[in-house]
């Protein structure tokens, strides 16, 4: 199931309104869809049988029949209920998820960027904010140059004076935000890299990227969107612990913890 959702996910910014309805289906609730028939399927999203066929075949499946099979192999129910139930299901399934969309390749690349860039940028407007904060104070403390930037008009300003050598980071679900877009081209324009953690692919955004980390489509989170995405906090624990790997990186870290809490003592003190 696992690469049928990130095939969905992958073409989405291609598709007709109406093939989309079909993949928020799929992609909200893949269990129900698997048991769907494609007249069920049809019914509830407002769509064709024709217009699920030809979905179908869009998803890299011969019809609709093997797509019900993909989505079935990795359908699971317990029977059990409740709240607790309901969380610890969605983040088993967006472990399940970012798992299969990661791509080792590409983290690699990620992180020579990372690692040769001269100053990092960070950039996340909304909730990925959250996440370029998130980041931006992980990797401070391990000693890179970075800068977490949730203004828009503060990004163009920083992407206007960036630089070879430089590096953003850009989060956004959709890879279709006009004032980050706009930034984010000012900056290559200025000789700037870019790394795109995003949920949508072929749109502006991956368009311009050197290397992309994909997250897991909203639908999948369901209601659980409103803040910081899980599968971008996933990433971002990856990333540091792939830099707290290397000793240099750890020594740093553990400088600026014994830097915070001698600062705790201090105060406490004075008090």
Known sequence: MASLLKEIQSIYSSLSQKEKNIADYILSDPDGASHSSIQEMAEKTGVSVSTITRFAKKASCTSFVEMKVKLASGSEKTGEEGIEHTLSSSYREMLADVRSLSDNQAFDQVMTLLREAKRLFIYGLGSSGLAAQELNYRLSRMGFVSEAVMDPHLMVIKSTLQQPGDVIIAFSRSGQTVDLLQSVSKGKEKGAKLIALTAFG??????????????????????????????????????????????????????????????????????
Do not use: C
């Open 202 to 271: 072929n749109t502006p955004l991956t368009k311009q990227s050197d290397a992309i980390l994909w997250t897991i489509h909203p639908a999948r989170n369901n209601f659980l969107l409103t803040g910081l995405d899980m599968s971008m906090l996933y990433l971002i624990d990856r990333i540091s612990l792939h830099f707290l790997s290397e000793p240099e990186r750890e020594a740093k870290y553990l400088e600026t913890v014994e830097a915070i809490t001698s600062t705790g003592i201090s105060s406490v003190k004075k008090n």
